[in-house]
């Protein structure tokens, strides 16, 4: 606005002084053009001027702040090795023809290949860093000469889909049998063996049992795959464990199994409720009471106890006095399908998926799951709950069998 007032000022001085109004105007449009396009050029030098850009990071710096194994070679040699492709190949490999780096012939084979065709596809290396470890590798490049490296980690990826692989397989399998069986008895029964009516009768039976045990199966399936589902979804409800525990003794007493008179329970009626999902709970500790009265010697005790520990967790213990565990057996417990004895585990009606599901469980409520188990002598399985708040009273019990922790 200023400049305008000056150019108008400058132009009434022309025509004041001399007279001449063409000229006037002139000097008029000039200043105002000058002071309205002159506004702007003055911002955006203005603008230029902020050290609004920041300096160039250092190529060093950049690849250091990658988590995942990278290299810069130049002319065959690895120059920037960050800190991820270090503490993988060593330190050494700075310097290092970029082949005898990475030490594997797919890899060599590919950054062999001049630039441009090296970085065709990603290529899986196994073994680089650890037996079992999967890494993709992908070339790259650059105008400038320069060939960046980058192993990306694969093996968790591949671990989980060959998880998914074998499950659906382990699934079918399991699937497959019953029904074949039911399949072969309705086969007997359509030919003269069904006039029978005494065979008729056990082959009833078979087919019921068979039945049971693919709806078994499929009920396990489906508990699976909506725990699962529910993974990240933390349990709000607060649930009185000695409660829980009641009702499930009086739900095995309903059933009429002969075991459900083993049960022995031992509860400290004053441990605090833990935030949880009860019907979850229920399945982890009907499969946990079921097993010890699946596994447990006929006639000896099942013994369930709550208490609440030093560290201010829920502690609950499921005892059996049965033939144990072989130790080497214990980490695998948990993994779907897993039996110690597939043919004892099918003849008592297991899947094989109940400690799956409760590791599932228990992994959802943030609790911990321990094994302890002696040939010979029995099982324990310890179930740890955390409370909402720390607690810090209580009676703290240690387990000096071996055990692990799943
Ligand atoms: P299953 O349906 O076969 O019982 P689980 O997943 O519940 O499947 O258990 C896996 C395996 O762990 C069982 O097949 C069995 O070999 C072993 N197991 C589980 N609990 C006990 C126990 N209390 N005593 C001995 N072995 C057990």
New binding site residues.
């Given amino acids: 606005m200023a400049a305008i007032a000056v150019a108008v000022l400058g132009a009434l001085g022309v025509l004041v002084l001399l007279h001449q109004p063409l000229a006037a105007v002139a000097t008029l449009v000039a200043a105002v053009s000058a002071a309205l396009l002159g506004a702007p050029t003055v911002r955006r030098i203005r603008a230029a001027d902020t050290p609004s850009t920041p300096p160039t990071p250092r190529i060093d710096d950049v690849l250091e702040a990658i988590v995942e194994p990278v290299l810069l070679v130049a002319q065959g040699r690895v120059t920037i090795a960050n800190r991820a492709a270090r503490q993988l190949l060593g330190a050494h490999v700075v310097g290092q023809d970029v082949r005898l780096a990475i030490r594997h012939p797919a890899a060599a084979e590919r950054l062999a290949a001049p630039a441009g065709e090296a970085a065709a596809e990603p290529l899986t290396l196994v073994g680089v860093g650890g037996l079992d470890q999967r890494w993709e590798m992908r070339i790259t490049d650059t105008p400038d000469g320069y060939r960046v490296v980058h192993l990306i980690d694969q093996t968790g990826n591949y671990a989980a889909e060959r998880m998914r692989v074998d499950f659906v397989a382990n699934a079918s399998h399991e699937l497959r049998t019953p029904l074949a069986s039911i399949l072969g008895f309705i086969e007997t029964l359509s030919d003269e063996a069904g006039d029978d009516p005494m065979i008729r009768g056990q082959f009833l039976k078979v087919r019921f049992d068979e039945a049971r045990r693919m709806q078994r199966l499929v009920e ?1 399936l489906i508990s699976l795959s909506r725990i699962e589902a529910e993974k990240y979804r933390l349990p709000d409800r607060a649930v009185d464990l000695a409660d829980l525990i009641e009702e499930i003794r009086a739900e095995l007493n309903d059933t009429g199994d002969p075991r459900a008179c083993d049960i022995v329970i031992d509860v400290d009626m004053s441990v605090p409720a833990v935030n949880g999902d009860r019907v979850q709970l229920s399945q982890a500790l009907h ?2 009471i ?3 009265m ?3 010697r006929a006639g000896t005790p099942v013994t369930v106890r709550l208490w609440q520990d030093l560290s201010g967790m829920a502690r609950i213990s ?1 005892e ?1 006095e ?4 072989p130790p080497e ?1 214990i980490p695998r ?2 993994e ?7 043919g ?3 003849t ?11 590791k599932h469980i228990i992994e959802r409520h943030r609790g911990r799951l321990d ?1 302890a ?1 002696t040939l010979g002598r ?2 324990t ?1 310890t179930v740890l709950m955390p409370f909402a708040e720390p607690l810090s009273s209580g009676r703290n019990e240690s387990v000096t069998r071996p055990r692990v922790s799943l």
Avoid: E, P
């Fill in positions: 396990d499969n946990l079921g097993n010890a699946k596994y447990g499921v059996d049965g033939d144990g565990i057996h417990l948990t779907r399908f897993y039996r110690v004895d597939a004892r585990s099918r008592l009606g297991g899947t094989g998926l109940g400690l799956a599901i409760v094994i188990s029995g099982t399985v």
